[in-house]
């Protein structure tokens, strides 16, 4: 069992960075992708980026491309979202996740169902 705990949300003009943590539980931490979500009110959950378990690839969606950065320090247990140019648009309650694939070592994963462990979620609110 992983257990997932973010942080890092909070209320920011648009335009202002954010930096979100996920600090994982476990001893394989190498071994899982990890990823990032987000929900906004009303909408369905939405991949953000994701990471391969050995950190050596990433995958960001074509919404935050430019703007996010997914990294991971696996002798920390953590995967960070660094999060620059927000927009209010990237509004929502960003939750991040572990995947026991074994996919996952080598390659991020982009959908949900691929995702095993889920922390509970950090709100970020980007005012205009």
């Known amino acids: 069992q992983v257990q997932l705990v973010e942080s890092g949300g909070g209320l920011v003009q648009a335009g202002g960075s954010l930096r979100l943590s996920c600090a994982a539980s476990?001893?394989?931490?190498?071994?899982?992708?990890m990823g990032w979500f987000r929900q906004a009110p009303g909408k369905e959950r939405e991949f953000v980026a994701g990471i391969s378990g050995r950190g050596g690839i990433t995958y960001h969606a074509r919404s935050v491309k430019g703007r996010f950065t997914i990294s991971r320090d696996n002798a920390k247990n953590t995967v960070y979202l660094q999060m620059n140019g927000l927009k209010p648009e990237d509004t929502a309650v960003y939750s991040c996740?572990?995947?026991?694939?074994?996919?996952?070592?080598?390659?991020?994963?982009?959908?949900?169902?691929?995702?095993?462990?889920w922390g509970q979620g950090t709100q970020v609110t980007v005012s205009s």
């Open positions: 476990g001893r394989t931490f190498s071994t899982y992708a």
């Open positions: 996740a572990a995947s026991k694939s074994r996919l996952g070592v080598d390659l991020p994963l982009q959908r949900g169902y691929e995702y095993d462990y």
